[in-house]
Structure formats: C-alpha cells, structure tokens
C-alpha cells in the first residue's frame, strides 16, 4: 500500500518538473507561431486557409461562423512583432 503512495507522489513530482521545463519552450514556439500566423494573414485575403482559421478561432475563441475580416486585424494589432 505504501509502495503505490510513492509512485503517485514521485509521478505528481515528475509532472510538475516536466511541466515548467516544457511549458517555457512552449511559450517560446507560441509566440514564434503567432508570428509566423500574422505574417501568413498578412499575405493573404480573407477567408483564409482551414489551418489560419483555426489559430484564429482558437485565439477569437470563437467560431469561424462569426468572424469578421474587422476581428482579424484587431487580432493582428495585439501580436507583438
């Protein structure tokens, strides 16, 4: 009984490592990818391709049924460069 204490304790230990270690390189890649989404937007015309409209939606939390060409550059203005 004691044994399975441990496991559980030293798993909930690995995770909360894993998960501050992992967590900043993954800021990293979101930012890089915001940036990359807003350069891709900046390119094209409204709408946009199925993967654009998903990081859209997912940054509107929205669906794409409700957004507007007025969102998108509202959305472009807050992404830092």
């Known amino acids: 009984m004691g044994a399975r204490r441990i496991r559980r304790e030293q798993r909930r230990v690995d995770q909360n490592l894993s998960r501050r270690e992992n967590g900043m390189k ?3 890649e979101r ?3 915001a940036l ?3 350069d891709l937007i900046g390119k094209g015309k409204f709408p946009y391709t199925p993967v ?3 990081w859209i939606c997912q940054q509107l939390d929205e669906p794409m049924g409700r957004v507007t060409e007025d969102d998108v550059k509202k959305l472009l ?3 830092e460069t």
């Open 31 to 33: 930012q890089r990818r």
């Open 52 to 54: 654009i409209q998903s």
């Open 26 to 28: 993954k800021d990293d």
């Open 36 to 38: 990359r989404m807003k």
């Open 77 to 79: 203005a807050t992404i």
